[in-house]
């Protein structure tokens, strides 16, 4: 009798925290979108459309996790502009009723975001595409701007001191530039510098500061040790090479150091078989480089697509 009060105890419990933390049934919106929350924290801010919110999600079929954004982001929250609904089933069209440290669950069928186009190979008719959702702050536009500039304003004032300490340390002879990068010609070249327009074909190995390498085309261990082509000033590359490029004729080498809002930002990049841990967001770079060559852009197809940004 004893053990029976107890567990009916803890039933009742349960149930109440239940009711407390959420609704315990799924809501079904008119597009056929469900979702429950299962965490209301109170607020008075809204994610209506307009404004910003930072979050983490988890988006499944049955068990399999097809996209967890703590794992792919580094266990960041993923930054995202409230819409109006795109299509029938948009999450978005629920995000009206949450609030900053809400957890909700959607769930929609496979069949209404496909509208009659075929399913991805991972899916088949019937299945329901189930999205777990917690949002951790609800900012307007403004406020998610301003809060924005705040914190790239810091790193770069925590880039600088990290970059001087660095070069003081290691007793560099280097000159910064007026955006904030630093640069060290170890081997001068010959004739005129490098100018946007002009194709670059060069050998690098990229570092963070620690010394660890996370990419090289001279390094085997990385396997593509054919020399790196690309075109100056068209943003193919991040920001650090296209100003230090710049600063070096055909022959140089040169040691680009170079703050992370020049680089990937506050973005971290996914690890390979030779480097395992990839970058870290917002980390510091550092490249060994040399010039190889300095040419003329080859003319590109009057329909070919802007190249991504690569190094």
Known sequence: MRNLASIVTLLVVATLFSCKSGMKEFKTLPSGLKYKIIEDKSGDKKATVGSFVTMHIVTKIHDSVLFDSRKMNNDKPIETPVNAPAQSGDIMEAFPELTAGDSVVFQIPIDTLAKGQPLPPFAKSGDILEFQVKIL?????????????EASKKQV??????????IKTNNLTATKTASGMYYVITAPGAGANATNGQQITMNYTGMLLNGKKFDSNEDPAFQHVEPFKFVL????VI?????GIALLNKGAKAKLIIPSSMAYGDRALPGS???????????????????KDIQAAPAAPANQQAPPQIK
């Open 239 to 243: 920001k650090g090479w296209d100003e």
């Open 137 to 149: 702050t609800v900012q307007t536009k403004e406020e998610f701007e301003k809060s924005k500039e």
């Open 157 to 166: 004032e925590a880039d600088d001191k990290t970059i001087s300490e660095f």
């Open 273 to 291: 078989p030779a480097n395992p841990d990839g970058v870290p967001a917002n980390s510091i770079l550092m490249f060994d480089v040399q010039v």
């Open 233 to 236: 000033g068209q943003g193919q």
